[in-house]
C-alpha cells in the first residue's frame, strides 16, 4: 500500500425541501471512501448566500428545531428589509448564513471525519422553498492505493 499526499476536488448537491438542516455526514463519509482519503483535511464551502453549512448535534431532532427557532428570532421574515425584490425569506437568508459559516475544515484521520460521538455535518436552508444547494469539497492529504 502507497501513501500519497494528494488533492481532490467534489461538487456535492442537495437537494433541500425548505427551511431546515440537511444531513450531509454520510454523503462526504461516502466520498472521502470512494477518494481514498487517509489523514488530510477536508474543506466544505457552500456555494450559495442564502445557505450555510454547520456541524451539531445529530442525536436529538429537538436541538435542530430549537437552533431553527433561533435563527428566525435573529432574522424574522417580518422585518421591514430594503432589499426584497426576491421575497419575504431572502433577505432573512442573508442574514442567517452571515451569522453561521459558509465554510468549514474537518480533519480526516484514517478516512474518517473526526467529529464527536453526537456531531454531524449539515447544510441548513434558509430559504422557505425548497433549492438545489451546491457544496464545494476538497480534500487534501494522503491517500492510500493498493
Same mark, same amino acid.
Given at each position: 500500500?502507497?501513501? =500519497? $499526499?494528494?488533492?481532490?476536488?467534489?461538487? $456535492?448537491?442537495?437537494? @433541500?425541501?425548505?427551511?431546515?438542516?440537511?444531513?450531509?455526514?454520510? %454523503?462526504?463519509?461516502?466520498? &472521502?471512501?470512494?477518494?481514498?482519503?487517509?489523514? !488530510? &483535511? $477536508? /474543506?466544505?464551502?457552500?456555494?450559495? /448566500?442564502?445557505?450555510?453549512?454547520?456541524?451539531?448535534?445529530?442525536?436529538?431532532?429537538?436541538? &435542530?428545531?430549537?437552533?431553527?427557532?433561533?435563527?428566525?428570532?435573529?432574522?424574522?421574515?417580518?422585518?421591514?428589509?430594503?432589499?426584497?425584490?426576491?421575497?419575504?425569506?431572502?433577505? *432573512?437568508?442573508?442574514?442567517?448564513?452571515?451569522? /453561521?459559516?459558509?465554510? =468549514?475544515?474537518?480533519?480526516?484521520?484514517?478516512? /474518517? *471525519?473526526? +467529529?464527536?460521538?453526537?456531531? !454531524?455535518?449539515? +447544510?441548513?436552508?434558509?430559504?422557505?422553498?425548497?433549492? %438545489?444547494? %451546491? $457544496?464545494? &469539497?476538497?480534500?487534501?492529504?494522503? @491517500?492510500?492505493?493498493?
Amino acid at each position: 500500500m502507497t501513501n =500519497m $499526499l494528494t488533492q481532490h476536488h467534489h461538487a $456535492l448537491v442537495i437537494e @433541500t425541501s425548505g427551511q431546515g438542516f440537511s444531513e450531509v455526514t454520510r %454523503r462526504l463519509q461516502n466520498w &472521502l471512501t470512494e477518494i481514498h482519503a487517509g489523514d !488530510g &483535511l $477536508l /474543506t466544505v464551502f457552500v456555494r450559495h /448566500t442564502s445557505a450555510s453549512v454547520t456541524i451539531q448535534e445529530n442525536a436529538d431532532p429537538d436541538v &435542530l428545531a430549537d437552533l431553527q427557532q433561533a435563527l428566525h428570532r435573529f432574522a424574522p421574515e417580518s422585518s421591514d428589509y430594503r432589499h426584497s425584490s426576491e421575497g419575504p425569506d431572502d433577505m *432573512p437568508g442573508h442574514i442567517k448564513s452571515m451569522l /453561521t459559516a459558509t465554510s =468549514m475544515s474537518i480533519p480526516v484521520v484514517g478516512g /474518517t *471525519p473526526v +467529529l464527536g460521538t453526537w456531531q !454531524g455535518v449539515f +447544510l441548513i436552508e434558509h430559504r422557505t422553498g425548497p433549492h %438545489r444547494r %451546491r $457544496l464545494a &469539497l476538497h480534500y487534501f492529504g494522503e @491517500t492510500t492505493q493498493n
